[in-house]
């Protein structure tokens, strides 16, 4: 910041303008009129509250983004966790089909398992 407050006001309005073209490509289309205005206010005396405000609102940014990725995460995690556990129950009932005696084609039709899956299922210990 010190640098900066001390540019002359054309090489600090250059500065503005590059870094409002490298920020403004990656931030969500709701913010980038923030950073603009932000960086189109730009003076030497007002270095400090530029630099500020430009934070908070990256801050804002990156904070939005963790929390959709935590939530996307999470929900995947849901939904692998439920076809986890409905494939764990297919194959508890074949096995349990499998003990009661019945052929592999009708176990197929109850669980939806393969062929191939019900046979690996046999080789297993009960």
Do not use: C, Y
């Amino acid at each position: 910041m010190q640098t900066m407050s001390t540019m002359p006001a054309d090489s600090l309005q250059r500065f503005a303008t590059w870094l409002s073209r490298v920020l403004v490509r990656n931030v969500p289309p709701e913010k980038r009129r923030e950073i603009e205005t932000i960086l189109s206010s730009v003076n030497t005396k007002g270095v400090k509250a530029m630099m500020s405000n430009l934070e908070r609102t990256l801050d804002e940014i990156v904070r939005k983004r963790e929390q959709q990725g935590i939530e996307r995460g999470f929900e995947q995690g849901i939904e692998r966790g439920i076809e986890r556990g409905i494939e764990d129950t297919k194959h508890q009932v074949a096995r349990s089909l499998i003990g009661k005696g019945m052929d592999d084609p009708f176990i197929t039709d109850v669980t939806g398992l393969s062929l191939e899956t019900i046979r690996r299922l046999r080789d297993l210990p009960q």
